[in-house]
């Protein structure tokens, strides 16, 4: 807009998106001065900037959250979910932006003062708390991304702990469920082996009886023969034990192999396990350790200023040619809705001083709504009244049409 004194400098377009962002009036700004130009620009960059960085934390955090998952210091990229992260981190970002320029522009300006009082930081309280919470979610995936080396190494480590842990753990398992198939396969053996071991001796003394070195004359006599018949009763006594416990040994036998494959099935899944610590959470537990308590409090601050920055900006602004100009355009949008407010009309019952808000073209319509009901009224009336006249002289001129006697 051209003046004698002052000319307001054309914007372009990208200053008008910065505009729009912060909920400033375009048509107003372009009659405003310079100054009230750029304070919104900056205003709404830093809302423009604060979605960008929480469509990039949120894009980032979903991709930890649905990554494939495996060793951390290995890379493992996904195409489909780097495209699912993209697509919810614009998500994220624009509902952020959104909800960070509903509470910019639903932040009034207080007083209109740069000192911030009381009752202007009471006012604001809410949507701070808001605002810290949206801090919150945007600088954890931040922060976890700056510190991803260091994150990844001891990520490892403690897979690599978890791994072995998780091995020790089953192996205990299964070993004690291993041991008692041992023990009692072991009885079997001892027992096996007791009979063999008679059943040698016994050949033994059979063959030193046939060959002289028993003491006794050699040959296959009645001591040799009594010999031979304990020993082939001993090997009887072990095919005997062998029929008996051959299903059982089968049993055992085949247990133990199924708990050795169900073992080996498990300890496979040692690696699946450790993956499982992959996640954000864990990184965001790791990143707190890493980073420190002041540094991870200095990055999560940093975050609560850039957000907190447009509320304060908004209370601390001084009242500009661009207030006055918005206030007189709401006024006389008031104006011609008919909408008059008288302030400070009353107070109420705890003393507070309360305005009078009427709505003239309402106002108006009832009182034509009003004045027309009373003109019917009124007709009616006359129009009841002039019925009353014509009958009235009906009955004069024939009083008996309108009596009827009942004859007995």
């Known amino acids: 807009m051209e003046r004698d004194f002052y000319k307001t400098p054309k914007s372009s377009k990208l200053i008008r998106l910065f505009w729009k962002a912060a909920g400033a009036d375009r048509y107003i700004l372009e009659r405003a ?35 494939p998952r495996g060793s951390a210091i290995d890379s ?16 994220w970002g624009l509902m952020i932006f959104n909800l960070d320029r509903f509470i910019v522009s639903s932040t009034g300006k207080g007083d209109g003062t740069e000192v911030i009082t009381w009752d202007e930081f009471k006012g604001a309280i809410p949507r701070l708390i808001l605002g810290a919470i ?39 398992n299964y070993e004690d469920r291993l041991a008692l198939i041992d023990n009692e396969l072991e009885k079997i053996e001892v027992k096996r082996n007791d009979l063999v071991q008679r059943i040698k001796k016994a050949e033994k003394e059979h ?3 046939l060959q002289g070195r028993a003491g006794a004359p050699a040959g296959d006599g009645k001591l040799a023969q009594a010999l031979e018949r304990i020993k082939n009763n001993l090997i009887l006594q072990l095919d005997e034990f062998d029929e008996t416990n051959k299903e059982r040994v089968t049993e055992l036998t085949s247990n133990k192999r199924k708990l050795i494959l169900e073992m080996d099935k498990e300890l496979a899944k040692n690696e699946q396990v450790a993956s499982g610590l992959d996640g954000l959470l864990e990184r965001i537990k790791l990143a707190h350790e890493i980073a420190g308590f002041w540094i991870s409090l200095f990055i999560t601050l940093l975050f609560m200023a850039i957000e907190m920055t447009p509320i304060f900006f908004k209370l601390m602004l001084i ?3 661009y207030d006055f100009l918005k206030e007189n355009v709401d006024e006389l949008m008031k104006a ?13 019952k705890q003393g507070q001083e309360r305005d009078l808000v009427r709505h003239i073209h309402k106002e108006k319509l009832l009182v034509e709504k009003k ?23 009906k009955i ?5 049409a309108f009596v009827k006697v009942q004859e007995n």
């Open 76 to 91: 493992n990229f996904s195409w489909a979910t780097s495209a699912l992260s993209i697509v919810f981190g614009c998500f």
């Open 371 to 393: 004045s027309l009901q009373q003109v019917q009224e009124e007709l009616t009336k006359y129009a009841i009244s002039k019925y009353e006249e014509e009958m009235k002289k």
């Open 319 to 321: 009242k500009s040619p």
């Open 33 to 67: 001065t310079y100054s009230d130009q750029v304070k919104y620009m900056c205003l709404g960059g830093i809302i423009i900037a604060t979605g960008l960085m929480a469509g990039l934390a949120g894009g980032y955090a979903f991709y930890t959250i649905f990554e």
């Open 336 to 348: 011609e809705q008919g909408i008059l407010i008288e302030y400070n009309y009353h107070k109420d």
């Open 207 to 209: 063959t030193d009886q």
């Open 134 to 172: 949206i801090a919150l979610t945007i600088s954890k995936p931040v922060e976890i991304r700056m510190f991803k080396s260091e994150i990844d190494a001891a990520l490892h480590e403690e897979q690599l702990k978890t791994r072995k842990e998780y091995e020790k753990r089953t192996r205990i």
């Open 396 to 400: 004069d001129a024939n009083p008996t």
